[in-house]
């Protein structure tokens, strides 16, 4: 028999509707879809080894995938870990800041006598500074939510993705192995009917030989007398 689709899968979903639960190859198939088809496979009666083959390839591939999806999850965790380091660093630049200009204005309101006057100059500055750090502070923080928000997101899609195609894939693998596991049960309980047949035809002939040896036996007996 010859396969037009290059992996097993693709056959099973293009040729018998092996579809699975959410669409396409995406999710487990229900057991409707797997009795279906169980006797499409039956009808047609193709070279179930070959699919089996196929399918159990395909299943090891996608858990080695998984596997490797899980390697990309740790490297991108072990590579986002510094954040909290660099947006800490980052915020350093608005305390130097902070500091300097402290400095400046207690230089310059040394010539200010009025100590109300100075109080009320550098109550305005440090709120000035304070209202810049708080925006700066919420700007890296609103950066750094849509960062881990997109590759929360990556992640999670990736992750669904690959699952359900896994939970595809194994579901087909569960049905063709029943498949086969009849298929082969049925060949055997063939064989063996083809075996006492044969050993049932065997042993017909050669009660017909003993049955025909007797006849001519008898015959001769009296043949024998009457001479």
Request: aromatic share 8%.
């Amino acid at each position: 028999m010859g396969f037009k689709y290059s992996s097993a899968s693709r056959y099973l979903l293009k040729e018998h509707g092996a579809s699975g639960s959410l669409f396409g190859g995406f999710g487990a198939i229900s057991l409707n879809t797997s009795l279906e088809l169980k006797r499409k496979l039956k009808e047609k009666n193709p070279d179930l080894g070959v699919i089996r083959s196929g399918i159990n390839a395909q299943a090891e591939t996608a858990k080695q995938i998984n596997l490797v999806w899980v390697i990309i999850t740790f490297v991108l965790s072990a590579i986002l870990s510094p954040t909290v380091f660099y947006l800490g660093q980052s915020l350093k630049v608005s305390d130097w800041e902070h500091e300097s200009k402290m400095y400046i204005y207690k230089e310059a309101l040394k010539s200010v006598e009025d100590v109300g006057k100075q109080a009320d100059y550098l109550s305005k500055a440090i709120s000035e500074d304070a209202l810049k750090f708080t925006k700066e502070l919420k700007i890296l923080q609103e950066a750094q939510g849509k960062v881990l928000l997109i590759l929360i997101g990556m992640l999670l899609a990736g992750f669904a993705v690959f699952f359900l195609r896994y939970q595809w894939i194994i579901s087909l693998k569960e049905c063709i192995e029943n498949a086969y596991a009849e298929q082969d049960k049925r060949l055997a309980e063939k064989k063996e009917e083809g075996t006492r047949a044969t050993a049932a035809i065997k042993e017909k002939k050669e009660k017909e030989l003993k049955d025909a040896a007797l006849i001519v036996e008898i015959r001769n007996k009296r043949l024998m007398k009457k001479s």
